[in-house]
Structures are given as structure tokens and as C-alpha cells.
């Protein structure tokens, strides 16, 4: 049987050349600058978590008025307003029994609040005991006393639903920020990759049919009609 060539008219020569792995990269779509877009959205997000929650701790810790403190069996004058709720909070050792009063105040202007609140200042920690709401504004005389060395100071009305909103939020903005930046920048390497890929493809030449640049001219077979 005859072994018939499978380049009549001459083999290919030299072959398609690699495919060039310089290709530009400001010529690949989508830009790079997606890149940066992407961290400056996951910082002003993360930033914007942090703010959330140094907010609600500083707002929680300034709500304590631990300037104006006093001790168990001493008074003090705190201005009130009317309509505002206002907590007595109580800093003691261990577990004991409090009691305050405002003379000048109604009746059933201080009450006890069913749920605990406690929050940790420095090496004190401050335990919700009273809250007052005063019938009209003005100054009037804040008197405690305790069975154990305490210290009393007044605060605003812890806000807890408030407090765990705004930290949820903060941490909403970390995910947030994380799963932006990541998205984006995952999507435009891939984009990337395969816009270089595309490239690449039509840069790439067809064979060369022939002999070799060194030997006769190439040259192609004749039509067969």
C-alpha cells in the first residue's frame, strides 16, 4: 500500500508562533481600576462599621454622669426635666439592698425597672437600680443609700434596643465590606482572564505552507480544476 504524503504540496514550516503572554494590561477590559474601586468600597464600608460601634460605646459610657458621683448615705442636686427618664445607677462590692428618694418629687416618679442593666466604666461596674420621670423641670435633692459601701450616680435610660441595632449594624458593614471588595475584585480577574483569552485567540496567525523563508519561494499547489 502506498504511503501517501500528507503535505502534497510541502509541510507547514515553523508553525503559528506562541501566542504572546505580554499582552498589555491596560488593554484588557474591564479596567484595573475596578481593582481600586473595590478596596475603597470595603474601607468606607468597614469604616463606616467601626463608626457605628465606637458610636454606640461612647454614647453608652458618656451616659453615666460617674462625674457627679456620690456615696451611700450622702445627697446631691441634679437638674431633671420634664418628660425625661432619667436612672439611678449604683457601683457596690457585692449584692445590696438600695434604696433612694427625692422628697421633692410626686409620688411614683421613681420606679423600678423589671430588667437588669449593668456596664463596666474603668475598674467600676454600674448595676440600673431606679428609674425617675419627673412630672416638671427643676432642680431636686437625689438621696441613696445602701447596705454596703456604694457609690450612686445618674445617668439616661439605657437604650438596649438602640444599643444592639447600632452594633448589628457595624458588623452588617463589615460583612458588607468584605463580601464587596471580594466580589469585585474576583469578578473582574475573571472578566480579565477571559477578555486576555479573546485576545489572544485573534492574535494568533494562520500556518505557513511551504518550505522554510531559506529555501525556494513558497508556493501553493495548483487548482485542481
Given amino acids: 500500500?502506498?504511503?501517501?504524503n500528507p503535505y502534497p504540496w510541502g509541510p507547514p514550516y515553523g508553525g503559528p508562533p506562541?501566542?504572546?503572554?505580554?499582552?498589555?494590561?491596560?488593554?484588557?477590559?474591564?479596567?484595573?481600576?475596578?481593582?481600586?474601586?473595590?478596596?475603597?468600597?470595603g474601607l468606607v464600608l468597614v469604616g463606616a462599621?467601626?463608626?457605628?460601634?465606637?458610636?454606640?460605646?461612647?454614647?453608652t459610657m458618656d451616659s453615666i454622669d460617674t462625674a457627679h458621683s456620690f456615696s451611700g448615705g450622702d445627697s446631691r442636686t441634679f437638674s431633671f426635666v420634664e418628660g425625661q427618664t432619667k436612672a439611678?445607677?449604683?457601683?457596690?462590692?457585692?449584692?445590696?439592698?438600695?434604696?433612694?428618694?427625692?422628697?421633692?418629687?410626686?409620688?411614683?416618679?421613681?420606679?423600678?425597672?423589671?430588667?437588669?442593666?449593668?456596664i463596666t466604666l474603668g475598674s467600676r461596674t454600674?448595676?440600673?437600680?431606679?428609674?425617675?420621670?419627673?412630672?416638671?423641670?427643676?432642680?431636686?435633692?437625689?438621696?441613696?443609700?445602701?447596705?454596703?459601701?456604694?457609690?450612686?450616680?445618674?445617668?439616661?435610660?439605657?437604650?438596649?434596643?438602640?444599643?444592639i441595632g447600632s452594633i448589628a449594624a457595624g458588623i452588617g458593614c463589615f460583612i458588607a465590606g468584605f463580601a464587596a471588595a471580594a466580589t469585585i475584585i474576583v469578578v473582574t480577574a475573571v472578566r480579565r482572564s477571559r477578555h486576555r483569552r479573546r485576545l489572544a485567540a485573534t492574535?494568533?496567525?494562520?500556518?505557513?505552507w511551504g518550505p522554510p523563508p531559506s529555501g525556494p519561494t513558497p508556493w501553493h499547489p495548483a487548482d485542481p480544476a
Wanted: charged fraction near 20%; proline fraction near 10%.
Fill in 1 to 4: 500500500m502506498a504511503i501517501q
Fill in 18 to 41: 506562541p501566542v504572546p503572554l505580554d499582552i498589555p494590561a491596560k488593554d484588557l477590559r474591564p479596567r484595573r481600576i475596578w481593582y481600586l474601586v473595590a478596596a475603597l468600597l
Fill in 49 to 59: 462599621g467601626i463608626a457605628f460601634i465606637v458610636a454606640t460605646v461612647k454614647n
Fill in 88 to 118: 439611678i445607677y449604683v457601683s457596690q462590692s457585692g449584692t445590696g439592698h438600695v434604696d433612694c428618694r427625692i422628697p421633692e418629687m410626686r409620688s411614683g416618679s421613681m420606679t423600678q425597672p423589671s430588667s437588669t442593666f449593668r
Fill in 126 to 163: 454600674w448595676d440600673r437600680v431606679f428609674e425617675v420621670k419627673p412630672g416638671s423641670t427643676g432642680d431636686y435633692t437625689l438621696t441613696c443609700t445602701s447596705e454596703l459601701p456604694a457609690e450612686f450616680a445618674l445617668g439616661d435610660r439605657p437604650e438596649v434596643g438602640a444599643a
Fill in 203 to 208: 492574535w494568533t496567525p494562520a500556518p505557513q
